[in-house]
Structure formats: structure tokens, C-alpha cells
């Protein structure tokens, strides 16, 4: 083979392993009032925590998430919600509460007790989106579910789900997930 074509041919595989490195590292980041980044399946509850976030309804400072599990923690400041956050331990071992993983987020925007503070979803606040404005920002996802009620795309490693009430239009809940879950033990 002459020397031009396996510069060419080096160029074209360089290009599609980095091509291929960029679909499997994609991350999902979630910003918060614009003040703090929540970086899906890297970010641990004692930075939510730092940030100002509390857990009005199951935190106990004496929380432990067992090995191969996970634990609730619903984020509030003041008397605004951002959603409920799922902590995860991927070790063997019991590990404190404040050193689990987010490794999914769900936002109801239905909540009749408390308003939902602003949170982006890559940069995107999907609060009063409806099914088509959904469709247009995740454009770049593929789309694994289309129904009446829920619109689901996968983005790499994460998974998108959109709920609406019925007979409704405008997105009601959200839930992003890094597939963690699968790898845990459900108590």
C-alpha cells in the first residue's frame, strides 16, 4: 500500500475512534439555579449538600446506602424543590450517605406543595416544553419511546424520559438516568 494511502487510511480510523470516544463519553449535567452543576454519575450528595441543597423527608445524617444500592434524596432549598435524587454505592461495602453518586434525578413539576426552583438539563430548562419542543431539543438523542403519555430518548449511557399527564401536552415530569440502576441491588 502506498504511503498516501495509509495516511488516509490512519486519518479515517483516528477520526472514527474519536468520533466513537465522543458518543461514549457524553455527559449529562444538570444546572441549578445557575449557581451549582450537578454532573450526572459523578457528583456526590456532599457536594449537593455544600451547595446549599437539604432533604426535608429522608436524610438522616446517620445514612448509610449499602453495597450494590441506593438511597433517596429529595433536594430543597428553602421551600423550592429540585426534584428527587437517587444516590448510588457501587461497592461492596456500606458507604456514608454523602459519598453516594446521583446517578438519577427525577423533576415533577406537579409538586402542589412547593414550586420547582429552575434546573437545565444541558443547558436546556424544559419546564412547560410540550412533546414537540421535546423532540426538537433532543434532536441529537435517539428516540426509544413515543407514546401518549411518555417520550424516552437514550444519549450515550443516559437515558431521557419525559412524562405527560394525560390528554396533556406539556412535559409534567422528567427523569434522567446513567443506567447505574441496572448494576444495583433494589431493597
Do not use: H
Not at 452543576?37 to 451547595?51: F, I, N, P, Q
Amino acid at each position: 500500500m502506498c504511503v498516501r494511502k495509509k495516511l488516509c487510511l490512519g486519518f479515517l480510523l483516528a477520526g472514527m475512534l474519536f468520533l466513537t470516544s465522543c458518543s461514549i463519553g457524553k455527559k449529562t449535567v444538570l444546572t441549578y439555579d445557575g449557581t451549582f452543576e450537578l454532573e450526572l454519575g459523578k457528583t456526590r450528595v456532599a457536594e449537593v449538600m455544600e451547595a446549599g441543597f437539604t432533604d426535608r423527608y429522608s436524610y438522616d445524617k446517620k445514612s448509610q446506602i449499602d453495597s450494590s444500592s441506593w438511597e433517596n434524596f429529595y433536594a430543597m432549598k428553602n421551600d423550592v424543590t429540585y426534584g428527587t435524587m437517587y444516590a448510588g454505592n457501587k461497592s461492596s461495602q456500606k458507604v456514608n450517605f454523602e459519598e453516594g453518586k446521583v446517578f438519577r434525578v427525577v423533576i415533577d413539576y406537579r409538586d402542589p406543595d412547593y414550586v420547582t426552583g429552575e434546573i437545565l438539563i444541558n443547558g436546556v430548562n424544559y419546564a412547560g416544553y410540550t412533546r414537540e419542543q421535546i423532540k426538537e431539543a433532543m434532536s441529537e438523542a435517539k428516540m426509544t419511546l413515543d407514546s401518549e403519555t411518555y417520550l424516552s430518548f437514550e444519549d450515550g449511557k443516559f437515558e431521557y424520559t419525559f412524562q405527560f399527564d394525560e390528554g396533556s401536552e406539556t412535559v409534567c415530569t422528567i427523569s434522567i438516568d446513567d443506567g447505574t440502576d441496572w448494576k444495583l441491588t433494589i431493597k
